[in-house]
């Protein structure tokens, strides 16, 4: 069984700077593409940033420039550095896991990221 663990979600003012993390315990092997993904108030689960096993980077265009996504195997954590947060960057945040073959997806509980003056 795979667990992921997320944690550095906060309240912060539109400008600020948060760093997401996700520690995900059990075989996560380099076959899984690591994601996080945002839940804005009131709407379905949307992808934010992707990184493939070899780190291929991937981000919806509205947080290109603004976030970076990075894992580092040896540690088993997938981290998501975000500047110039704004107030439309206010959701739940989920670490995902996705086994490049089988499709076979884990979630994690989400961390809570709140972008207000």
């Known amino acids: 069984q795979i667990h992921l663990v997320e944690s550095g979600g906060n309240l912060v003012q539109p400008g600020g700077s948060l760093r997401l993390s996700c520690a995900f315990s059990g075989r996560i092997t380099d076959a899984y593409i690591l994601g996080w993904y945002q839940q804005a108030p009131g709407k379905q689960r949307e992808l934010a940033a992707t990184i493939t096993p070899s780190g291929k980077t991937d981000y919806r265009d509205s947080v290109k420039g603004r976030f970076t996504i990075s894992r580092d195997n040896v540690k088993n954590t997938v981290d998501l550095q975000m500047h110039d947060l704004e107030p439309e960057d206010t959701g739940v945040y989920h670490c995902?896991?996705?086994?490049?073959?089988?499709?076979?997806?884990?979630w994690g509980q989400g961390t809570q990221v709140t972008v207000s003056s």
């Open positions: 995902n896991a996705r086994h490049m073959v089988d499709g076979q997806t884990y």
